[in-house]
């Protein structure tokens, strides 16, 4: 046998092969089809540690940084679903959350910076939401947001924050209560079609028990319009008089307006919500406070504060929000810690993370000193901190004897405007019932402290212009277009109480005083729809005003000393309402056209107009406001 033989070489079958092959391809595509039918369930309480412990057990531990702003709300709704995702269908958002999504999107202002939208979370939703999470700690944090949105945007809602011209005329409104907790209702498509008020009116069609009698009170203003103000224009003329101003006592109950009220009930029509109304007045119930005695107890507090020593200035610095990290954090927390703002709870007050906690100190601090509360401490929130101790008693001393200038017990029903505050309170009972913003006189021109009483309610007021305002104001624009001027109502008044043009003869006869420039009730008027007379030498008085865009700003002293309210026709309803039967129907129709009419009330209310920069609030806060007309004497109350 030889070596050098080669050894045959024998051919493998591939068939096993590809049998294999075959099997194994199989076996994928069966697989691949089988896990297609399979959608992956997310597990009940896979999220449940994370909830419990950001809502329950460390709220610092919140890992997002835009905060809850309804923590209290979304706490609650939390337990009473076991701590469960609410607005998920496994890993996808479900249709209900979809459906919030553009409800909200359709009541925001478009502006990412605005204060609507950073509350509704819009930014983080456009951010989170190009990709589906699918961490279980992402879906998390977006399902609390989401409640956190929805428990805001309820609250919106109700409380008439979204105008008729932002809030959506479809999809779901959350306004409908079952079993305890907050769900989305659908508004009924029927109604809503012939609604012409871009949804304002819907909100009747989601009632819920305890707001049955509000949205009652609103369906019927909204459908009982139309011939309703021309049957109440009929009654204008009694008897064989006419009268261009009807004055009549409060308490008459046979006023001719019930019948045409009562025939205008019998009417549906669906006429728009008139730009004249404010919609129903809703009483608040908080309680009032501006006790003198709980200002001795801060004036103890802040004296022995100052004296301790514990209180130290923040450093110049960057201005800080949620999410910084930062060495003054630690400082701004004990700061706010000794102001009785910041809650430490066990937390860490020396670390340099400005977390959910700090930022809700920042925001009552922010709020009792009537600065904007948007949680940044920026340059105004830090002069305001580091308004030291003894300054500040100092101011509550002199306020202390402000309040003792007036009498123990203000009343058991009065309105206090307080100057510095740019607020109007109306109090029943040591409840505050009506608060609003108000815009007082310029430094120039103070409005002064005084009491007195409300004796009259005018709707569609005439405005007798003041001397010095004729002067230096009015007649240069009256000769420069006295048609332009005349048709916004303005008229030369005789001796005689004739009403004359505005001729250069007749504007020279006003200017040396021997005629005076009044100014017809109408929309055009300067005062607004209402004006409150309350006796005073300094002819100061409530009224209405066209400049509605004062009222949201910050510092609101604009005007030449009289006082003008953001919300005149809920004011006028608090004060008839006891009187007789007046309600928002009522007031809404006297406010329409340009006839005037005065009511003398039987029950005069006391009126106080105050100049308290530091007071304690219903809820035990001591509250301080910028000293606008440098009445304190202390600089650094002055911004």
């Known amino acids: ?120 979370h819009l930014g983080y939703f456009d951010r989170t939401l190009r990709d589906t999470p699918q961490r279980l700690q992402m879906a998390a944090v977006l399902d609390v947001l989401l409640t956190d949105a929805f428990v805001s945007y309820a609250r919106d809602t109700q409380l008439d924050k979204l105008t008729p011209k932002s809030r959506p005329p479809k999809g779901v409104t959350p306004v409908y209560h079952q079993a305890g907790g907050f769900q989305l209702a659908q508004l009924n498509t ?9 949804g304002y009116r819907t909100v009747s069609d989601v009632s819920t028990p305890g707001n049955y009698a509000r949205d009652r009170s609103r369906e019927r203003y909204y459908y009982n319009r139309g011939r309703g103000i021309t049957r109440f224009r009929h009654y204008s003329t009694w008897g064989s008089r006419s009268y261009s101003t009807r004055n009549y006592s409060a308490s008459a109950r046979n006023y001719p307006y019930q019948e045409s009220r009562q025939e205008a009930g019998n009417l549906a029509t669906s006429e728009p919500l008139s730009g004249n109304s404010e919609g129903p007045y809703i009483e608040e119930n908080t309680p009032y406070g501006g006790d003198v005695a709980a200002l001795r107890n801060e004036l103890a507090r802040l004296r022995g504060l100052s004296a301790s020593g514990r209180w130290r ?53 922010q709020e009792r000193h009537g600065l904007k509360p948007d949680g940044i401490v920026g340059r105004e929130t830090r002069k305001r901190l580091n ?64 009491t007195t009483r409300v004796s009259k309610v005018i709707f569609n007021p005439t405005w007798t212009v003041p001397r010095s305002i004729l002067v230096n104001e009015i007649l240069p624009k009256a000769r420069a277009n006295p048609t332009g001027m005349e048709n916004m109502g303005y008229r030369v008044v005789s001796g005689s109480g004739e009403y004359l043009p505005l001729t250069p003869k007749n504007l020279s006869a006003a200017g040396a005083g021997s005629y005076l420039l009044r100014q017809k009730g109408g929309e055009d008027n300067i005062l607004g729809r209402v004006k409150f007379e309350i006796p005073n030498r300094h002819d100061i008085y409530l009224h209405d005003t066209r400049a509605r865009s004062l009222f949201a700003k910050t510092d609101r002293d604009y005007s030449h000393g009289c006082i003008r309210l953001e919300k005149p026709r809920h004011l006028a309803e608090a004060l008839l309402r006891p ?6 129907w009522r007031i809404d129709q006297l406010t329409t056209g340009d006839e005037t009419t005065e009511v003398e009330l039987k029950q005069r209310v006391p009126v106080y107009i105050t100049y308290w920069t530091a007071w304690v609030d219903g809820r035990g806060h001591l509250n301080f406001r910028d000293d606008i007309y440098g009445k304190d ?4 109350n002055q911004w």
Not at 42 to 65: C, G, M, S
Not at 190 to 196: K, Y
Not at 579 to 584: F, P
Not at 633 to 636: E, I, K, M, T, Y
């Open 1 to 120: 046998m030889s070596y050098f033989t080669p050894k045959r070489r024998t051919r493998k079958s591939l068939l096993p092969l590809l049998t294999l092959g075959s099997l194994c391809v199989f076996a994928l595509y069966y697989a691949f089809a089988a896990n297609q039918q399979t959608e992956p369930v997310l597990p009940d309480n896979a999220v449940r540690p994370h909830l419990v412990l950001w809502l329950e057990e460390n709220p610092d531990a919140w890992p997002a940084q835009d905060p809850i702003f309804n923590p209290a709300a979304v706490r609650r709704i939390y337990r009473r679903t076991d701590y469960r995702l609410l607005w998920f269908d496994n890993y996808n958002l479900s249709d209900t959350a979809n459906d919030l999504l553009k409800q909200l999107t359709a009541a925001s202002s478009g502006n990412p910076s605005s204060m609507v939208d950073y509350r509704y």
């Open 190 to 198: 029927s109604r809503q079609n012939n609604a012409t008020d871009s």
């Open 313 to 365: 200035p923040l450093p110049p610095g960057p201005a800080m929000t949620l999410g910084a990290r930062h060495p003054h954090v630690a400082l701004l927390r004990n700061m706010l810690a000794l102001y009785g703002d910041y809650y430490s709870y066990g937390g860490e007050p020396n670390s340099d993370r400005f977390d959910q906690r700090l930022h809700e100190a920042v925001l009552r601090f």
């Open 387 to 450: 308004l030291s101790p003894a300054a500040r008693a100092q101011i509550v001393e002199i306020n202390i004897r402000r309040r003792e200038q007036l009498p123990a017990h203000l009343g058991n029903r009065f309105v206090q405007v307080n100057v510095p505050e740019y607020k109007l309170h109306y109090v029943e009972d040591d409840r505050i019932r009506l608060s609003m913003n108000v815009v007082v006189g310029k430094k120039k021109h103070a409005t002064p402290e005084m």
């Open 579 to 584: 009187e007789g039967n007046w309600d928002q």
């Open 633 to 636: 004497g202390l600089s650094a």
